[in-house]
């Protein structure tokens, strides 16, 4: 399996992917529809990979144009990020969370079976988890949405699993992220959210380097030792390389597969302030506030699954994280503009 086709590769998780697979000799094609991130992001893993990416300005939505892609390239596989994923825009635009992230997955599938093409990664989310009332997760937890953009990924889970089952030509496999956070070491590539950061980690950043005034905590009178919520942190390259091994894996004709990618370990949000500003020698100014609606109190993942089997397990710890995601935010106060 040589060629790879990636969908969302110029997102914060698809541009490390896309780096990870060009250091894998494998042959990249990267498609997005640059809604949600910038062209730059693949000019940087380009110059870190000293390799050029074939890319392709295209919506999901836009079948035709996706047919065109693979007239175009004989696909091995794909690895499928494009969507879109913030949770507040999810309850206030639902129709537009399911149209692009469903009908978007639809269209995809339908053209990979058109040409016969029947290996995908899927990037799921330990979200399809909804709100756990116990740590650590295993993949057999029960499975549940909390929000419009919770139901997206199960409900293209759901559709995956259904897929395979009717034509056992496919292998697919779904990785469910906890947290991902961090970037790569060099500092040129990284999370690059629109607007006020949603995530815990950019929004500390961007205090750091004194974009934003201070933190909000929201809550601290969860049932946790220091009443803040836990979250299995997951340093994004540890992320990327599990892609690289759920892809190997696929070459055993597995059917669907399904793995969480976390580190088994969860910190609070006093952990990451705490972290954060040993590992860089800076403040982080913070108060405590109400808890965020649907906020689960503890959610961190049971990674020996895909231990075992994906033979991958996270290297990089909480400081390490901490220390490349503000490189990065160093290096480039205003992301990729
Ligand atoms: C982490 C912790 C917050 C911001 C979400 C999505 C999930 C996935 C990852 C896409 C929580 C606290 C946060 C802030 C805070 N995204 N926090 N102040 O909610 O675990 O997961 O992002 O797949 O689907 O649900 O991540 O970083 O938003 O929050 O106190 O300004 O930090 O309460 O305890 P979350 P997060």
């Not at 990284?190 to 809550?219: R, W």
């Not at 991958?312 to 390490?320: C, D, G, I, N």
């Amino acid at each position: 399996m040589k060629s790879i086709l990636v969908t969302g590769g110029t997102g914060f998780i698809g541009s490390h992917t896309v780096l990870e697979l060009l250091a894998n000799n494998y042959q990249v094609v990267v498609m997005d529809n640059l809604r949600n991130s910038k062209i730059e992001s693949l000019k940087r893993v380009e110059k870190l990979s000293n390799m050029h990416v074939d890319f392709h300005k295209i919506d999901l939505l836009d079948k035709p144009a996706l047919s065109g892609l693979f007239n175009k390239y004989k696909f091995d596989g794909v690895i499928h990020f494009a969507g879109l994923k913030a949770v507040g825009e999810s309850v206030e635009k639902p129709l537009l969370y399911y149209t692009n992230n469903i009908t978007g997955t639809l269209n995809l599938c339908e053209v990979m079976q058109e040409n016969q093409v029947k290996n995908l990664v899927f990037s799921s989310s330990a979200t399809v988890y909804g709100n756990p009332d116990q740590s650590p997760l295993t993949e057999n937890e029960s499975l549940s949405a909390v929000n419009p953009y919770g139901q997206t990924k199960l409900t293209i889970e759901f559709i995956l699993k259904d897929l395979q089952h009717a034509d056992s030509d496919w292998n697919i496999s779904l990785l469910r992220y906890f947290n991902p956070v961090g970037a790569h070491k060099s500092g040129d590539i990284g999370e690059d959210p629109h607007g006020i950061p949603n995530n815990l980690m950019p929004f500390i950043t961007q205090v750091a380097v004194g974009k934003l005034k201070e933190l909000s905590v929201f809550g601290n009178d969860y049932p946790t030792p220091d009443g803040t919520g836990i979250r299995d942190y997951i340093h994004v390259v540890d992320v990327a390389i599990g892609h690289i091994k759920a892809l190997e894996k696929l070459r055993e004709k597995p059917g669907l597969v399904t793995y969480n990618l976390g580190t088994g370990k969860g910190s609070s949000v006093l952990d990451m302030i705490q972290a954060f500003e040993n590992a860089n020698s800076v403040k982080i100014p913070y108060k405590f506030a109400p808890r965020r609606p649907g906020d689960a109190a503890i959610c961190y993942a049971d990674v020996s699954k895909a231990e075992r089997e994906l033979n991958w397990k996270a290297k990089y710890s909480l400081q390490e994280m901490c220390r490349d995601a503000w490189n990065w935010q160093t290096k480039n106060p205003t992301g990729f503009d």
